[in-house]
């Protein structure tokens, strides 16, 4: 199971803008594990989306219970493929 869901709504309007939003609930921890999943998700959104994100779109990233024990590299190709999903 990927530490996170990812959500692409299209906006609908002109602009070609990306935008970004995370999302960690109570249930996955503490204050302090929920903010070290948002630091997580944010350094892979900033990586990957410039790229591999939907123009026009707004990306909502849900952090899950696995997310903050799931390896990096693990995360990153998670996003690439559900990147890949979306553009298909």
């Given at each position: ?52 994100g939907t123009?026009g ?15 990096f ?16």
């Amino acid at each position: 199971m990927p530490g996170f869901v990812l959500l692409v709504r299209p906006r609908g309007d002109d602009s070609a803008q990306k935008r970004v939003g995370f999302t960690v609930t109570k249930k996955i921890g503490n204050a302090v594990v929920r903010n070290r999943m948002k630091r997580r998700l944010r350094a892979l959104a900033a990586e990957m989306l410039p790229e591999g994100g939907t123009a026009g779109a707004d990306h909502i990233l849900i952090g899950r219970q696995g997310g903050i024990e799931r390896d990096f590299a693990l995360l990153r190709a998670d996003l690439a493929k559900a990147l890949r999903k979306v553009a298909a």
